[in-house]
């Protein structure tokens, strides 16, 4: 009996956006592509599900129409609502109308099938080893080791990617790590717009306050400290809700939280790979700012598939060809978070600006300031000469420094 591993052209790890962006590009090539994904699928995953613009774009284009089982209630997001402690808030609509709010649980199966990938799910990636012409991985396949040969690896595994700690053993526990938690209410009276996604600039409410409907339920997340308490913070913003806005809600259904590798996409600080392993999308570092992810998961995805398909057949390096090509990402994804793009450029798909020239002068300046004093949140983690070393880089040079990539 044959028992040598099978070969492929390309494992995939992870079974999400960024995977069946990768996955489509290299299935319409002819590679031999498998995608394993540690969950049954189609697998949950926590996320508002709120697309921007070029997400949508690149929805349509790659995997055709949206149906409508992949997308929650309300089925769109006409924008983003900014809450201040005391500046009036401010509604900030999508460039081009409305985008799906998509169910990540129905959308990202959706996306995987449609780019005609094979998929094993209930399979967990374990470890890697390069060998001559290709990686050799090992699995843990619904409970029993395996072993599969690659010629390419991606790794597609999302912030917490056993890809990015096998490639980079310690490089985890160097950056920042936050945590966030969501808890799904009972609604009794909530005046929040159900059209946008609400977001609190309010340093007492913590780093990242977030509320939206959701098929029915009002959503009331918030990003903590690692060791922080999140029922309290939690319950510190259910109050907030209450006295400011009049928000009265059942007591909390159900509750999920995560780690977030936040940070990385601020200071230029992506992790794209080693030899014949790629690294893309949220395990990359890409998080746009709202913490939208899904369209720069989709977009470092099909540039990675494209860096593999290059080498494949034309022989290219594979490393070269994908940190080339993936400029263009880091490029609109540090963009978001640069404040010289912010002031006098226009990096996102929504019209701050225009939102807060509808406010009178004292109102703007009360804005501006309230949005300085939520980014002294930040300020423990000493990112801001970083931030502005890489602006000016970015002005001088119209790209950001590869040098700062892993
Ligand atoms: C609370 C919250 C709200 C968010 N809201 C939004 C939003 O509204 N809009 C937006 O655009 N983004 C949002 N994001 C961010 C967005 O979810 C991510 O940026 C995006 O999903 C990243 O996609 P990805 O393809 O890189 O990886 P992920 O979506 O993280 O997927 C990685 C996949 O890899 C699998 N996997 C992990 N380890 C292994 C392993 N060892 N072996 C096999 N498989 C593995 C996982 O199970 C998962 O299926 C939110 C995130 C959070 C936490």
């Keep these: 009996m044959d028992t040598s591993p099978r070969s492929v052209d390309v494992l995939i790890v992870g079974a999400s956006l960024s995977a069946a962006a990768c996955a489509k590009r290299l299935v319409d090539a002819g590679l031999e592509t498998v995608c ?87 399979t967990s990636f374990v470890r890697l080893e390069e060998v001559e012409g290709g990686v050799l991985v090992d699995l843990n396949r619904r409970g029993r080791p395996e072993q599969i040969r690659a010629r390419w690896v991606v790794a597609a595994d999302g912030p917490t990617s056993m890809v990015v700690k096998a490639v980079y053993p310690g490089y985890q526990e160097t950056i920042p790590w936050f945590m966030v938690g969501q808890k799904f209410h009972d609604i009794v009276r909530c005046p929040l717009d ?93 998080l746009n700012m709202m913490a939208e992810g899904m369209s720069a998961a989709l977009h470092s995805g ?29 490029r609109r994804c540090s963009d978001q978070w640069n404040p010289l793009q912010i002031l006098f450029a226009r990096p996102h798909e929504a019209d701050f600006w225009k939102a807060l020239r509808k406010l009178g002068w004292g109102d703007r300046a009360r804005v501006v300031s309230e949005v300085v004093k939520f980014a002294q949140l930040y300020a423990k983690f000493r990112w801001g000469r970083q931030i502005l070393g890489q602006a000016f880089h970015r002005l001088v040079a119209g790209r950001y420094e590869a040098a700062r990539w892993i």
Aim: aromatic residues 12%.
């Design 302 to 330: 099909a540039i990675a598939g494209e860096a593999v398909v290059e080498a494949a057949f034309h022989g290219r390096p594979v490393q070269e060809v994908y940190r080339k090509h993936i400029e263009s990402e880091v």
């Design 36 to 122: 394993i994904e540690r969950k049954e699928l189609p697998r949950h995953k926590i996320c508002s599900g709120i697309l921007s613009p070029r997400g949508h774009r690149f929805l349509l284009e790659n995997f055709g129409p949206i149906p409508r089982e992949i997308l929650h209630e309300p089925t769109s997001c006409t924008g983003v609502a900014f809450h201040f402690p005391s500046a009036p808030s401010i509604e900030i609509d999508f460039d081009g109308g409305p985008t799906p709010h998509l169910y990540r649980r129905n959308s990202d199966w959706w996306a995987i099938r449609r780019s005609g990938v094979e998929v094993q799910d209930r």
């Design 194 to 286: 159900t059209r946008y996604f609400h977001f609190w600039f309010h340093p007492g409410l913590g780093h990242y306050t977030w509320s939206h409907a959701r098929d029915g339920r009002q959503i009331v997340g918030v990003g903590f400290d690692v060791g922080h308490n999140f029922d309290a913070a939690h319950r510190n913003v259910v109050r907030y809700l209450h006295r400011r806005h009049d928000v009265e809600l059942g007591p909390a259904q159900d509750s999920e939280g995560c780690g977030e590798n936040f940070g990385l996409s601020l200071i230029n600080r992506y992790v794209f790979g080693r030899g014949r392993v790629l690294v893309t999308g949220q395990a990359a570092g890409f």
